[in-house]
């Protein structure tokens, strides 16, 4: 990425259109893989996303303009839109140009090498060989696939800053189909290439999918669960959106003015911290140039901060918490759960009897963002005197998100960032949850 062409692009064009200032965000990445099924390559894939926003200030206000071309032609174009954008907008509470902050985390992401086309065939062939002969009950319908990619990101403005940031990762993935007699479950796995060796992903997407086998719903009725922390990581991230200062301003969150008061349990505490280390993708700065650090948005119980960047800080009288995203936009840059101090075992053993949920289907479809209110189909295990037990499925669990915030009565002691995403958590305990079954 040739980010001083570009500059020098938008600093002409800013000087044509009369821009008092501007700024660029700029994205980029590229992705490629393998994919198998049965005993061959079915697809080998490549692509290449690019992404890059204009800010230009003109007569004291902002425009905005975007692009999926980065190069300096369309830059010095999206200057003269930005411009035009400029005029008609009516915004009363906006920012200055941001001249950067004082210190910017050094980032030291492992130097990893993409492999080639052959070696990513080769590795995709060799998970798919081993998947089959992980058991007889493994059947056609199982793929894997081996993937890599890269990204960069870049900032800069009129005000001095340019900031620049680059990123690698290479992981594999097994989804295992497995049938016993009429019945057939699957289940997925994907890891880290450099964390986990295709026996071990493979290990894990077999046996997972062959403990699936021979599911029953449970009774209705009010249940004690642990949520594995897959399921809670996807559930944290279908409802982040509540702890966005945007989504207060606009009245689509419970929380709009609960900074500082008690909304869930004691012992809850919920993080965004850029540079957890079990995260990818560790930028040290957002879509405004702003330094980007950890902040405890939950802790033990009390709502601390929701999310904010520049512009809906001054609306609310606060700070920036560095967690703009694209134009006037707000997202978690590493939301997590924090740990508890019980191992896995022992949180089995806290639970005593109850539901093990290791699946919730459809978030988007089946959780309200806005009330919190879901009711989702799940699978898992039932959980007798601290043991799993037998495999459950075909259940509904239904609550509302605000309100499990206060279910929480215990964590494991070990988080989990899923593979290339921004939301981590332990598996977690929740009293009195509402499960319809049988």
Known sequence: ????????????????????????????????????LKDEISAVSYSRTDSMTVRCVKNGKSGYASSELVTPEAAAELVRRACENALVVDDEDEVPLFPGSEKYEEVKEPDIELPSAEEMKAHTLELQRKAYAASDKVVDGTQSFTSCGSSESAFMNSAGLNLTYKSSMVYHGVAAAVKDGDEAEENYEVAFVNEE???????????????????????????????????????????SGVFSARSAFLKTTLLAGKEGEKIASDILTISDDPFHPKKYQKCPFDAEGVAVYKKNVIENGVLKTLLYNRMYAKKFGKETTGNASGAKTIAPRGLYVEAGDLTKDELLAKLGNGLYITELKGLHAGANTQSGDFSLEAEGFLVVDGKKTRPVKNITVADNF???????????????????????APDVMFSDISVSGK
């Open 402 to 424: 605000y309100e499990i915030l206060k279910k929480v009565t215990a964590l494991s002691n070990e988080v989990s960032f899923g593979t290339g995403s921004k939301f981590g």
């Open 197 to 239: 060796s295709i026996d071990e992903t493979v290990n894990k997407a077999v046996s997972v999918a062959l403990s699936k086998l021979g599911g029953e719903p449970v009774e209705s009725g009010k249940y004690n669960v642990i949520l594995d922390s897959n399921t809670v990581r996807s559930v944290l991230a279908t409802f």
């Open 1 to 36: 990425m040739n980010t001083e062409n570009i500059r020098k692009a938008v600093e002409e064009s800013a000087k044509i259109w009369g821009a008092e200032g501007y700024e660029i965000d700029i994205d980029s990445s590229v992705s490629a893989g393998a994919e198998a």
